[in-house]
């Protein structure tokens, strides 16, 4: 358990606190593309406490601007896109994209009053679907050099979903492999073509994931200090020869890299809208063929509404809850989408976990480890510039030789990005 002082300093994310400083240090996704894609390219922005308004001018670079106007305080997210920039409604004036007041209509012709106005601006840069901006002091670092940030748009989608709590323990529930042999847990796998990809060598015949979580419900966990941030495995035995792992990455500060398919991997960030609120971005990347754009922001249009990326099932509903489901079906009775599963976790702890009385056991072994690295980070106020030494991120879902498990899942992991097209033609 942790102290009151130490969950404040680790959940807390306004200007001036500990994680809050930290997380200012990194890129922050703060808006899809597809987000721009209507006649009028501007979109409100809720981000570590602060109110801001994204916009794409008539050139295509997009801004992200403190939502009040420095003149009299109104709300820039109903000006006017116009003439290189977003223009208040309320007496004209201009802003560019870096935050500078280009024109104040209402002045006299020969002021230069302009020229003296800033507004709050970030940078911003667009990568796999997905805007981001980075809020610290300064020169921003480069954008990691993680896959996902460097696939061509065929081969990778990006959505993102809103969470009524803090965006701690939304992370947290990412790098707890535990969780899913119980939270995801389907009774009865029929009809289900999710994780399908495991086969029991001893027979042929196909072992879902369903149906191996449920069976080896007792993983072994490791975690490794990287670089960039921590590697865990999750280890189930299923035979004296064969293992189970799962290989997940945690990317300081906020990103999870994981294994969705033997083809294709989910990379996702929890970004704090303030104390009590955040956003799970996710960019799925394929290393085999194109995705399919439309059939899959259909299937998430389904189970979120927009604009605000909620979900259908929530707390307001009760996540959908079905006790003869709970029964004959699911684990939860809570339906399908693990996401549901996710967030009924996370926001039935409260908007802010009391993390005071809680009971941390052998299975946590990568929640202590990052609060670790988070604690550290804000008591010495650096920060990792890493993922950009070359060494590609990997993560893996397979069985592999119970002996020789280490080299077999960073072979296994590698060969896939090898024969990728997309990555021999952005090497």
């Known amino acids: 358990m942790l102290s009151q002082k130490k969950n404040n300093l680790l959940t807390r994310v306004g200007k001036g606190t500990g994680a809050g400083s930290v997380l200012r240090q990194y890129w922050q996704p703060v808006a899809l593309e597809a987000e721009f894609d209507a006649s009028r390219p501007v979109t409100p922005v809720d981000i570590l406490g602060e109110r801001l308004v994204a916009f794409r001018d008539d050139t295509g670079r997009y801004g992200l601007l403190h939502r009040q106007c420095p003149h009299r305080g109104a709300d820039l997210c109903f000006g006017r896109l116009e ?13 560019d994209v870096h935050g500078h007041c280009v024109e104040q209509p209402a002045e006299p012709i020969d002021s230069r009053f302009h020229t003296r106005v800033r507004q709050d601006a970030y940078p911003c840069e667009v990568r796999a679907g997905t ?8 020169p921003p670092p480069p954008l990691p050099e993680l896959d996902c940030l460097r696939a061509p748009a065929s081969h990778s989608f990006a959505f993102k979903g809103l969470m009524e709590c803090n965006w701690l323990q939304a992370l947290e529930v990412g790098i707890d492999p535990a969780h899913a042999s119980f939270l995801h847990r389907f009774l009865d796998h029929d009809g289900l073509d999710y994780g399908m990809q495991f086969r029991d060598l001893t027979d042929g015949a196909n072992m879902p994931v369903t149906e191996l979580l449920r069976n080896y419900p007792r993983p072994s966990i490791e975690v490794e200090t990287t670089d960039y941030g921590t590697r865990i495995f999750a280890h189930r035995e299923l035979s004296d020869t ?4 799962r290989v997940t990455n945690q990317i300081f500060p906020q990103a999870i890299l994981i294994p969705m398919s033997t083809e294709m991997t989910i990379t996702q960030w ?3 809208v303030d104390d009590e609120h955040c956003y799970w971005y996710a ?3 394929s290393f085999g063929d194109p995705v399919d754009h439309q059939r899959m922001r259909e299937q998430r249009l389904a189970l979120y509404e927009l604009p605000g990326y909620t979900s259908r ?3 307001r509903n009760n996540y959908g809850y079905d006790p003869e489901e709970q029964r004959t079906r699911t684990f939860t009775g809570m339906g399908e989408d693990i996401n549901v599963h996710d967030q009924w976790a996370v926001e039935s702890m409260g908007a802010i976990q009391d993390r005071t009385r809680e009971h941390l056991g052998k299975s946590d072994v990568a929640i202590r480890a990052y609060r670790r690295q988070l604690l550290q980070a804000i008591d010495t106020g650096g920060y990792r510039s890493a993922t950009r030494s070359g060494e590609p991120v990997l993560a893996l879902d397979g069985i592999v030789d119970r002996r ?4 077999e899942w960073r072979s296994r992991a590698l060969a896939r990005r090898r024969i990728c097209g997309w990555i021999k033609e952005c090497a």
């Open 83 to 95: 003439d290189g920039g977003l223009r208040c409604a309320f007496h004209g004036w201009l802003f």
């Open 131 to 138: 805007v981001f901006a980075f809020m610290g002091e300064g």
């Open 242 to 245: 064969r293992r189970h792992v």
């Open 270 to 272: 929890h970004v704090p």
């Open 283 to 285: 960019v799925f990347t």
């Open 313 to 315: 099932r929530n707390k």
């Open 404 to 407: 020789q498990w280490r080299s």
